[in-house]
C-alpha cells in the first residue's frame, strides 16, 4: 500500500524512538497501522470522493478529450504523485443499465484544469462517459501531506497508546495533572490543516486555477 508519510517521518514529527533498545519503542508494523488509517482521515480533509461523474465532451467516434466537473483532480491513491491511477473511467451503453458499464483507459490528464485524455475514442454509442476521482481546493504539496499525515498518526497513536492513563492523579493531599501525549500532535495536526485551508488555498486560487467548470 502506497503511504504518504513512512514511519521514519511517523517517528521523526512525533518525537518517536528509532532506537529499538528504548523502552517505548514500538515495531514499524504497529506504526504502519496508525499511517494506513491516518492518511484516510487526512484525505477526507482535504478532498472530495466523486464516483460516477458525467464528464463533459463530445462521445462522436473521434474525440477523446474530456472533462471531470470538479477539479483540481487530487492524488487519490497516496502515493504522492499526480497521475493515470488517480481517475477511473467508464463508458456506459445505458446510463441506466449498470451492465452495460465498461472501464476505459487513460493516456493522459491535465489535473489543474480537469481533462482527461482517453487511449482511444470511446465509441459514439456510449450513452455517458463518467470518471471516479478525488478533487481537491487545496493545492497538493506533498510535503506537508507527509507532515499532515505523520501528526494525525501520532494523534490516533498517543490517544490508543494511553487511553487508559488517568487524567489526574493523587498521591496523598497533592494532585497532580498528566499531560496527554496525544494532545501535542492533536494539536500540530490541526494547526497545519488550517494553514493547508487558508495559506494554500489562497496562492492557489490566485494563480488563476478554478476550482469547478462553468
Not at 490517544?159 to 496527554?180: C, F, H, L, T, W
Request: charged share 25%.
Amino acid at each position: 500500500m502506497s503511504r504518504w508519510a513512512d514511519v521514519a517521518a511517523m517517528r521523526r514529527f512525533n518525537g518517536l524512538p528509532f532506537d529499538d533498545s528504548d523502552p517505548n519503542y514500538d515495531s514499524d508494523a504497529s506504526l504502519e497501522y496508525y499511517i494506513d488509517r491516518a492518511q484516510i482521515a487526512v484525505r477526507s480533509d482535504i478532498m472530495t470522493l466523486v464516483r460516477d461523474d458525467q464528464m463533459s465532451g463530445d462521445i462522436d467516434g473521434s474525440n477523446t478529450g474530456f472533462y471531470v466537473t470538479f477539479y483540481p483532480i487530487a492524488d487519490e491513491n497516496y502515493d504522492g504523485s499526480l497521475n493515470l491511477h488517480d481517475v477511473t473511467c467508464y463508458g456506459w451503453g445505458d446510463l441506466s443499465d449498470f451492465p452495460t458499464k465498461t472501464s476505459l483507459a487513460t493516456s493522459s490528464i491535465n489535473f489543474k484544469e480537469g481533462r482527461v485524455v482517453l487511449a482511444s475514442a470511446p465509441s459514439s454509442t456510449y450513452d455517458v462517459i463518467t470518471c471516479d476521482y478525488h478533487y481537491s481546493l487545496y493545492e497538493m504539496d506533498f510535503d506537508l501531506i507527509e507532515q499532515a499525515t505523520a501528526y494525525r498518526a501520532g494523534w490516533a497513536y498517543f490517544r490508543a497508546k494511553y487511553m487508559e492513563v488517568p487524567s489526574n492523579v493523587r498521591i496523598g493531599a497533592q494532585a497532580y495533572r498528566m499531560e496527554d501525549p496525544s494532545t501535542k500532535a492533536k494539536y500540530a495536526y490541526l494547526e497545519l490543516m488550517n494553514y493547508i485551508k487558508t495559506e494554500l488555498i489562497s496562492s492557489w486560487t490566485k494563480k488563476g486555477t478554478k476550482l469547478r467548470r462553468p
